[in-house]
């Protein structure tokens, strides 16, 4: 499987329906809707840059069309799972952080260092 029918595959599964797939990418990135046209379409070769931007505003996984490796999406990364699992029951993101590293009250995952 190639870039763009990874790239394909993973918009349909986020939901990102056939019929409006080239107007729904373009209004999420900064590219116009001929330019998606003709990069969904295989006439123009994808960047790495379309890559990145679109996987960033669909929450697929940059590995998954570049590589082929699995999961597609960033919601089916266990990690992702046990941090939903987890909100459910009322455990939020800095309860986590403050039980993991207390030295760092009121971080968010966002104020995570790299």
């Known amino acids: ?9 993973a918009l349909t599964n986020f939901g990102v329906s056939f019929g409006v ?3 729904t990418v ?6 116009s809707e001929g330019s998606i046209k003709r990069l969904l379409s295989g006439n123009t070769p994808l ?4 890559i990145k ?3 960033a505003k669909f929450q697929i996984r940059e590995e998954w069309v570049i590589k082929g490796e699995e999961p597609q999406l960033i919601r089916e990364l266990p990690i ?3 941090r939903l699992a987890l909100q459910e029951i009322g ?13 760092w009250p009121g971080y968010s995952w966002s104020d995570m260092p790299d």
Do not use: G, Q, W
């Open 1 to 9: 499987m190639e870039k763009l029918e990874r790239l394909l595959t």
């Open 21 to 23: 797939r080239n107007k």
């Open 26 to 31: 373009a209004s999420a990135t900064h590219y």
């Open 47 to 50: 960047t790495d840059r379309f």
């Open 53 to 55: 931007e679109v996987c």
């Open 80 to 82: 992702f799972r046990l």
């Open 91 to 103: 455990v939020t993101d800095e309860d986590v952080i403050a039980e993991l590293h207390p030295e």
